[in-house]
């Protein structure tokens, strides 16, 4: 059974059970051993106790003498309700029901000490969920996983997969990385790794209405920051039929529903990011999901910011990750919209009759949270099919004949955003570096195992 299966479990009271797991912490006693197991399945060790006689005790001396914090072992016994304060069941055994399946050398056991700095668990990515931060953050990552599809299933939205090797660079920021076969010419065109599966959904949900996609995307961009990763996985809804608001509100409850989420069903773990990772964490994440988020127009952002923050910020910039993050600490989560149409992609809707001293603007926007900045980026996409042609002739963007296409059979109002899963789970579990919220980060000049 799973150490989370029986944690709790009154009507499992006296069955013998088999309990598998690693040791957190053991003490040997006179007559009794004491045994905090876990398993992974929750942050919460099971204590296992037995007790035994002098005799037994040296019979048993190889057993004793090799329990160390990560050893793993199989026990049967019995659950009983525990007499101690802090769990409401212990296992029973004796010796003999304890088998140690994998020994270990304490002395070179990277993760044999009980609290270690997260720089140096960072190190072992291998060996990262034996530590309560590693496998924090990747139940969390399922919890929220888990969240994504069960929130836009029940908006009846399709789950439909884009490709990882695509033939277009969705950005047009020159982030790709380029995929060879050796000298060969596999594919007969030039091929990147994607950076966004936003251009393909695109083209499913005209057709299917409301899709979202969820995987990998990939970009070379050379930030060395704690919230870039060369490979990272994004959240990508695509609706058709949308309003600039409603999807905005999307962004906003998606969030929400994923902290949720995370509040009910991973209460251990959360109490555990409130304890050791951030103080205060747990009310915090309240916060976001009990109240509104704050809607800033960008031409207002960049009068706040001009006003409070940087005198030299001027209409037609694009906002600093310091700025963004200036925003939520004065407003909390924040969605900025409505930004000039020159800093963003060409894709994105003009807003026909909103424009600021003679610039036009474009129907995107950011989610921006607290200590993180942009979490969620997005837009209404260009439907009409001679606007986006000439954005794309005049961003020099060509071989995407087939994403006019879609403006030319039956075009319509459409839009979508992409959530960064990891920023996502920064948010959630308080870690400041994205480093840490998944299980083998890529970047610059890093790509272990
Ligand atoms: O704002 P971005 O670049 O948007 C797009 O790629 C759109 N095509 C998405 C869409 O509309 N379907 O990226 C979206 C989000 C960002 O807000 C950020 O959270 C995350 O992806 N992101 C990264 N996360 C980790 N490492 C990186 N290098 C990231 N780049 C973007």
Request: aromatic share 10%; hydrophobic share 35%.
């Amino acid at each position: 059974m799973l150490i989370k299966e029986v944690l709790g479990a009154k009507d499992l009271i006296n069955s013998e059970i088999e309990l598998n797991g690693w040791v957190a912490t053991h003490r040997v006693q006179t007559q009794l051993l004491f045994i905090s197991l876990n398993d992974g399945s929750s942050l919460n060790n099971i204590q296992i106790v037995s007790e035994y006689t002098k005799e037994e005790k040296s019979n048993y001396s190889e057993l004793l003498d090799n329990l160390y914090k990560g050893v793993s072992l199989q026990i049967k016994g019995k659950l009983i309700e525990s007499p101690g304060k802090g769990q409401a069941v212990e296992m029973k055994t004796t010796l003999d029901n304890i088998t140690i399946l994998g020994t270990i050398d304490p002395t070179s056991f990277p993760m044999a000490k009980g609290r270690l700095p997260v720089e140096y668990i960072r190190s072992f990515p291998h060996l990262r969920t034996r530590t309560n931060l590693g496998a924090m953050v990747l139940r969390i990552r399922n919890c929220c996983s888990f969240a994504t599809h069960k929130f836009f299933n029940e908006l009846h939205f399709l789950n439909i997969q884009t490709p990882l090797l695509t033939s277009n660079d969705c950005e047009g920021a020159g982030e790709t990385f380029e995929v060879k076969n050796g000298s060969n010419d596999f594919f007969e065109n030039n091929t990147f790794l994607t950076v966004s599966g936003q251009l393909h959904a695109e083209s499913l949900a005209l057709g299917m209405g409301r899709v979202y996609t969820f995987g990998p995307t990939f970009r070379a961009e050379n930030s060395n920051t704690t919230r870039h990763l060369a490979e990272f996985w994004m959240v990508e809804p695509e609706i058709c039929f949308v309003s600039l608001p409603e999807l905005m509100m999307l962004g906003e409850n998606y969030i929400k529903y994923c902290i949720k989420e995370v509040l009910n069903t991973c209460q251990a773990d959360i109490e555990f990011v409130n304890k050791f990772i951030k103080k205060g964490h747990y009310q915090v994440l309240k916060n976001i999901v009990d109240n509104p988020f704050k809607l800033m127009d960008y031409t207002e952002a960049i009068d706040i910011l001009k006003e409070k923050k940087d005198n030299t910020i001027k209409w037609g910039d694009d906002l600093s990750t310091e700025q963004e993050k200036y925003l939520t600490e004065v407003y909390g989560p924040t969605i900025v919209y409505n930004y000039p149409k020159k800093i963003k992609s060409f894709y994105m809707k003009e807003n026909v009759s909103h424009h600021v001293n003679n610039e036009k603007t474009v129907m995107a926007f950011d989610i921006l949270v607290p200590t993180i900045g942009e979490i969620i980026g997005g837009s209404i996409r260009e439907d009409n099919y001679d606007i986006l042609k000439h954005n794309m002739e005049d961003k020099k963007i060509d071989n995407l004949d087939w994403y006019l296409d879609l403006r030319k059979y039956g075009s319509v109002p459409h839009g979508g955003f992409g959530l960064g899963f990891e920023r996502l789970i920064m948010l959630i579990t308080g870690v400041s570096n994205i480093r840490d919220t998944i299980s083998y980060p890529r970047y610059p000049k890093y790509c272990f195992a």
